[in-house]
């Protein structure tokens, strides 16, 4: 198991960008796949990018072009580097660690409490 813990998110315009953290605290964070998230009000949490512990990743095409996720296994860091902000892209973003990459919220078993993005227009 590993503690999740997410930083980063704030209010922001259209067209700004934004860097979430997720400090992974327990042990073997290198070994696990990690996930970002979003809920928007009154829609289902879906998925935004993930990486391997090797560096592989997956991308929502709602991220795709403006979106960049890293880890860094020696400091147990996560990262999402979000550019050209949209409005649609406010949600409380999460971050998740599983044992494999996948674009569904169920492989993830540990999840942060999340950290609020909001893009006004």
């Known amino acids: 198991q590993v503690q999740l813990a997410e930083s980063g998110g704030g209010l922001v315009q259209a067209g700004d960008s934004l860097r979430l953290s997720c400090a992974a605290s327990?042990?073997?964070?290198?070994?696990?796949?990690m996930g970002w998230f979003r809920q928007a009000p009154g829609k289902e949490r879906e998925f935004v990018a993930a990486?391997?512990?090797?560096?592989?990743?997956d991308y929502a095409d709602s991220a795709k072009g403006r979106f960049t996720i890293s880890r860094d296994n020696a400091k147990n860091m996560m990262t999402l580097q979000m550019n050209s902000l949209k409005p649609e892209d406010t949600a409380v973003y999460y971050c998740?660690?599983?044992?494999?990459?996948?674009?569904?919220?169920?492989?993830?078993?540990?999840w942060g409490q999340g950290t609020q993005v909001t893009v006004s227009s």
């Open positions: 327990g042990r073997d964070f290198s070994y696990y796949a």
């Open positions: 998740a660690a599983g044992g494999l990459l996948s674009t569904r919220a169920y492989d993830y078993p540990d």
């Open positions: 990486i391997t512990s090797g560096g592989n990743t």
